[in-house]
């Protein structure tokens, strides 16, 4: 019988992280499906490399002891493609040699013809009203309107959780508001156990979940 505690949530097991031998962090947290947990802290105290670690990217200067345990699957030496979990950084990362529609295409699991994978990109851009912006060059578009550009190729991916490493730090403080609403209100919608890291307080408040500080 399943766990309800943990099904379909993301759970850090008494997750302790090493640089060099010297402790950065030590964690022991689960994050619910729909629920965004926040990790705060200066530069350097391993925020982005817990990120790291949880989706299979991290550095062999570092080190690790714990378990991450994804929808109930111990992840921990899971190859990255197999993880399921979706990040999203401070930079769009949207390629500029492709149009908008051709991003979000390159974000779907590569299963269904080329015809199907099209309906599911523009049902998507549909879903947030932005049904336009398809034939777009992504560097014709404005900062939140890329921000929200990338998380839906995030989400396009079927990741199970989200990892967000800052990435409203780039955004003007009006524009900032809106896109971390867009996010947290798009986590929610799909379920997602979410994950954000950053060294503002506001980003924090704003999550509505557990803030944990470094």
């Known amino acids: 019988m399943s766990d309800t505690k943990t099904e379909n949530a993301l759970c850090l097991e008494n997750v302790r992280l090493f640089h060099d031998g010297s402790k950065l962090l030590d964690l022991n947290v689960t994050i619910q499906p729909g629920e965004v947990v926040t990790v ?91 049904a336009e912006l398809g034939h777009r060059d992504p560097l014709t578009l404005s900062g939140g309107q890329q921000s929200r550009i990338a998380l839906i ?6 990741p199970k959780a989200l990892l967000l490493d ?8 009006g524009l900032r508001d809106k896109v971390r609403e867009f996010v947290f209100a798009q986590a929610k919608i799909k379920n997602l156990p979410t994950l954000l890291v950053t060294h503002d307080q506001l980003d924090a408040d704003k999550s509505g979940g557990q803030i944990i500080t470094l």
């Open 40 to 130: 705060m802290g200066a530069s350097g105290s391993g925020k982005s490399s817990l990120l790291n670690l949880i989706s299979g990217f991290l550095p062999p200067s570092f080190s690790y002891t714990g378990r991450v345990v994804l929808d109930g699957l111990d992840i921990t030496h899971a190859d990255p493609a197999d993880r399921k979990v979706g990040l999203m950084f401070q930079d769009p990362l949207l390629f500029p040699h492709l149009s908008v529609e051709e991003n979000l295409l390159f974000g779907l699991p590569a299963k269904g013809d080329k015809t199907e994978r099209c309906e599911k990109v523009r049902a998507a851009l549909g879903a947030v009203n932005m």
């Open 166 to 173: 800052e990435p409203f730090s780039a955004l003007d403080s």
């Open 153 to 158: 190729r995030v989400l396009l991916s079927e």
